[in-house]
């Protein structure tokens, strides 16, 4: 009993994390102050994030690589997709809308249809602004297709482009 009491007393004391100085935190509301780092967990709570150094989150978040698709059919789609590009402050050569009036805003399309009013368009839009190389990862919206189906290439719409 006595040699497990001392062991875990010597393990407190050797403790890394024990006597460490408090460092300063930048959070999105500007440095804490050390009163407020007596509970590191208690300060970090979903409401607010904590950055090193002072980034903000403007600085770590950057959506150069992204285009939005927004089915022109669907008011749905045009709301989300705006909305989306207003809050990340996405550029407008970012966001490909598919304008053909018989576009379908269901759920599930077939292979032409696919190909005819999403695929074709789509790489056509990329090439026209060079952003072949540039886009990364497309935001679909409500009333951009989820499935493809036809025969033994069924997929979904985000996998096939």
């Known amino acids: 009993m006595a040699v497990m009491l001392a062991s875990s007393m010597l393990l407190c004391t050797v403790s890394p994390f024990a006597h460490q100085p408090k460092n300063q935190l930048y959070t999105d509301r500007g440095e804490s102050s050390s009163n407020e780092m007596n509970d590191f967990w208690n300060f970090t709570s979903f409401g607010n994030k904590t950055y090193?150094?002072?980034?903000?989150?403007?600085?770590?978040?950057n959506y150069d690589d992204v285009a939005?698709?927004?089915?022109?059919?669907?008011?749905?789609?045009?709301?989300?997709?705006?909305?989306?590009?207003?809050?990340?402050?996405?550029?407008?050569d970012r966001i490909l809308i598919f304008?053909?009036?018989?576009?379908?805003?269901?759920?599930?399309?077939?292979?032409?249809?696919?190909?005819?009013?999403?695929?074709?368009?789509?790489?056509?839009?990329?090439?026209?602004?060079?952003?072949?190389r540039e886009i990364n990862y497309l935001?679909?919206?409500?009333?951009?297709?989820?499935?493809?189906?036809?025969?033994?290439?069924?997929?979904?719409?985000?996998?096939?482009m």
């Open 139 to 160: 935001v679909t919206t409500k009333g951009i297709p989820l499935r493809i189906n036809g025969g033994n290439d069924k997929a979904s719409f985000d996998q096939e």
């Open 68 to 92: 939005i698709l927004i089915n022109n059919n669907s008011d749905a789609s045009r709301t989300i997709g705006w909305a989306f590009a207003t809050a990340r402050n996405i550029s407008t």
């Open 99 to 132: 304008e053909n009036d018989s576009a379908p805003i269901k759920e599930t399309i077939n292979r032409e249809e696919f190909d005819n009013f999403f695929a074709t368009p789509l790489f056509e839009m990329l090439q026209e602004r060079n952003l072949t």
């Open 52 to 61: 090193p150094n002072g980034i903000t989150s403007q600085e770590l978040y």
